[in-house]
């Protein structure tokens, strides 16, 4: 069955880094566009990322870019977000997803950057 399985997340203080993995499985991983979406305390889901399943093109949302880098691995079917210089206001629920014909949706990692 499909699986989308999201690990790295924790407690960061301000200015630090984490990387957050994404482990697909049950589908073609490298035909679908990978996103990262994020859920902070009492807010709406916010788009951070995403990288194409063609050339590997990648997007930003404003309040991340220059900080955080999405990649993929197609030989480990898995997706990548690295979070640097993290700010209390990155704190939520990381989600991982899946786009193609379909979507698929993780289960999500919680992120908390707080000293």
């Known amino acids: 069955q499909v699986q989308l399985v999201e690990s790295g997340g924790g407690l960061v203080q301000p200015g630090g880094s984490l990387r957050l993995s994404c482990a697909a499985s049950g589908f073609t991983f490298s035909s679908y566009f990978m996103s990262w979406v994020r859920q902070a305390p009492g807010k709406g889901l916010e788009w951070v990322s995403e990288?194409?399943?063609?050339?590997?093109?990648?997007y930003y949302a404003d309040s991340v870019k220059g900080r955080f880098t999405i990649s993929r691995d197609n030989a480990k079917n898995t997706v990548y977000l690295q979070m640097n210089s993290l700010k209390p206001e990155d704190t939520a629920v990381y989600y991982c997803?899946?786009?193609?014909?379909?979507?698929?949706w993780g289960q999500g990692t919680q992120v908390t950057v707080s000293s």
């Open positions: 997803n899946a786009r193609f014909n379909v979507q698929y």
């Open positions: 990288i194409n399943s063609g050339d590997g093109s990648t």
